[in-house]
């Protein structure tokens, strides 16, 4: 909403500021860290005293969990408060990508909080019926699919792109849609299963922001773009303010959520996160650039889906418990052990995520 300022800029010299992005995305930073540092406590009291018992402890999980009872959830509230604040106030609100985002943010967060309330007022795992949660997500991954693709120039808005190949497009025509559906589905479902540690799913949702915040600055410009004879996107530098947003909300969060955690992300916050940065990677024409980025969260998913599968085959488990930090935990690792390596694994992933820009 700044933006409009710049329309005074010759009687103000000063609006003309609000025309760089990366003025904006550090001011979005700024602005989602402080709104949920003000209201955080504020959120965190009013959910504790609404949920009671908080959220469900696995029996099946680590002994440890147990002392985590009556911890609340939908912190992710808190997350997405910070992030639409911010972006209202610092995007360029003509941006079609970024409502696009919005859609997506908003949509999966009401899909997660709706997942949290019946999880908290039944205490119980039984949340959203899994068919229709997902009918849903990829409803709304769908019309944000689309939305991208009718904004770009047919035939690379909707082709698919290639890290360290310069000039190898596949254009996938209408087939782009469910692709697109599956890379926003599944980043916001991996999220989702990552998040089971306190402040495991949170920073990695950082590095892999603020990765996609180079990415989409970089995509969106067309003299970088040029020079490191990437795909130019325009228009996606601004998706760059809305993920400085992210970060800033992450920080603020993580400040509650450290260990011990006063409150939880829940589906409420990993579903609408997950979802954005697929939604994103999509924009930017980075989708497989994301299974990189996100390995961490790829990983986690894959851990679910292969234990899942060899159970049902063979009747046998190949990890001790999934998702896999479980599994780390069941061999002895401590918490903190477990989420600073996998903070460790996502930051070299991010890094050669980010050496596709150059390496081609």
């Known amino acids: 909403m700044l933006t409009l300022l710049v329309n005074f800029a010759d009687q103000v010299s000063a609006f003309n500021v609000f025309r760089y992005i990366t003025f904006r995305t550090g001011g979005a930073l700024i602005t989602a860290a402080v ?68 859609l997506v943010t908003l949509g999966f967060g009401a899909i997660g909080f709706y997942d949290d309330y019946l999880k908290v007022t039944k205490q119980s795992h039984l949340g959203f019926s899994g068919k229709a949660r997902l009918a849903i997500e990829f409803a709304i991954a769908a019309v944000a699919t689309w939305a991208i693709m009718h904004n770009g120039v047919a035939p690379f808005s909707s082709s698919l792109t290639f ?99 006063a409150i939880f992300m829940g589906d409420t916050g990993s579903l609408a996160l997950g979802g954005l940065i697929g939604t994103i990677a999509v924009a930017t024409k980075h989708e497989i650039v994301l299974a990189i980025i996100g390995g961490l969260f790829v990983m986690e998913a894959l851990s679910v889906i292969i234990q899942v599968g060899v159970f049902k085959m063979t009747g046998k488990r190949v990890f ?38 150059k390496l081609r």
Not at 177 to 190: D, L, S, T
Not at 221 to 241: C, K, M, R, S, W
Request: aromatic letters at 12%.
């Open 35 to 102: 709104l949920v540092f003000i209201f955080g406590q504020p959120i965190i009291d009013s959910l504790r005293v609404r949920q009671g018992k908080g959220q469900p402890i696995r029996a099946d999980g680590p002994q440890t969990h147990f002392k985590k009872a009556g911890t609340p959830t939908m912190g992710g509230l808190m997350i997405i408060s910070g992030i639409v604040g911010s972006t209202l106030l610092w995007a360029n609100i003509t941006s079609v990508y970024v409502w696009v985002v919005l």
């Open 163 to 261: 890290p360290f190949i310069k000039d190898f497009l596949l254009n996938l025509g209408w087939f782009f849609i469910p692709m697109g559906c599956i890379v926003i589905v599944g980043a916001g479902n991996a999220v989702n299963l990552t998040d089971g540690l306190d402040g495991l799913a949170i920073v990695p949702i950082m590095i892999a922001a603020a990765s996609f915040g180079v990415i989409a600055y970089l995509s969106g410009n067309a003299v970088f773009a040029d020079y490191l004879q990437i795909h130019f996107v325009p228009g996606t530098g601004e998706l760059a303010v809305i993920l400085g947003a992210v970060i800033g909300a992450g920080l603020g969060f993580l400040w509650f959520n450290a260990p011990p955690a």
């Open 320 to 357: 001790l418990m999934a998702p896999i930090h479980h599994h780390f935990e069941k061999l002895g690792w401590t918490e903190s052990q477990v989420v600073i390596r996998f903070w460790i694994i996502a930051v070299i992933l991010a890094l050669v995520g980010l050496s596709s820009l």
